[in-house]
């Protein structure tokens, strides 16, 4: 079993949708919740970043994180176009402190006009 | 946030030969990442550089196949040596980006034939 799993997709909505976006874990100590969003031919971008269980919002952008269940989401709304890119979820135990990523598999978004 | 320039961008190389990409980052760090991201696969971290020290590898990568050098708190390189076409994948630096998670540079993208 992977320490992280996500659906790959890929996901195809239009545009002003809602997406959600999720991703489980298995390993407890993790503590640090992070959605990169890369481009193609690009290198990951930091979307959102969460510590422990919670809910964060940013502009269209909601993450959440429930650790009782090893379960995080991004939530996309009103998505546009250029939100379509490969979503992909990370998490670590220490942060900045030489704390290795996890990353899920990533999950390709198509937003179309 | 940091910011990285990775080269080179992307290389087709003979199988058997070795290729150094280089990773400059505009600000000191302790840390730097090297990344290993296969088609359609989820990244996977090679190893962690430190300054003045021999680089960390994790589970399944080895020391004579991406030998790691880091000279100084702003540079490391990765070479992938005796290269075979499973070696095909994008290859990424990062480093700590402050307080808000991991920059990465924009990859190097490797295709070998």
């Known amino acids: 079993q992977k320490e992280v799993e996500q659906d790959p997709g890929p996901l195809s909505v239009p545009e002003g949708a809602i997406v959600s976006l999720n991703c489980t874990y298995s390993n407890s100590a993790f503590q640090y919740f992070m959605w990169y969003r890369q481009y193609s031919r690009k290198g990951p971008e930091l979307l959102m970043y969460?510590?422990?269980?919670g809910n964060k919002e940013d502009g269209r952008f909601t993450a959440q994180v429930d650790k009782s269940s090893k379960y995080i989401s991004l939530f996309i709304r009103d998505s546009q176009p250029s939100d379509s890119a490969t979503y992909l979820c990370?998490?670590?135990?220490?942060?900045?402190?030489?704390?290795?990523?996890?990353f899920g598999q990533g999950t390709e978004l198509s937003v179309k006009p | 946030s940091a910011v990285i320039s990775q080269k080179p961008s992307r290389d087709i190389c003979q199988r058997g030969t070795s290729l150094t990409i280089q990773c400059q980052v505009d600000?000191?760090?302790?840390?730097m990442f090297w990344y290993r991201q296969q088609p359609g696969q989820s990244l996977t971290l090679i190893a962690t550089a430190n300054q003045g020290s021999e680089a960390t590898y994790e589970s399944g990568f080895v020391i004579d196949k991406f030998p790691i050098s880091r000279p100084n708190l702003t540079f490391s390189t990765l070479t992938v040596s005796n290269m075979s076409p499973e070696d095909s994948s994008i290859y990424l630096c990062?480093?700590?980006?402050?307080?808000?998670?991991?920059?990465f540079g924009s990859g190097t993208r490797l295709t070998v034939v």
């Open positions: 990062s480093v700590p980006g402050g307080s808000y998670g991991y920059t």
């Open positions: 600000s000191q760090v302790t840390m």
């Open positions: 969460t510590y422990s269980s």
């Open positions: 990370a998490m670590s135990g220490l942060y900045n402190q030489g704390g290795k990523l996890i």
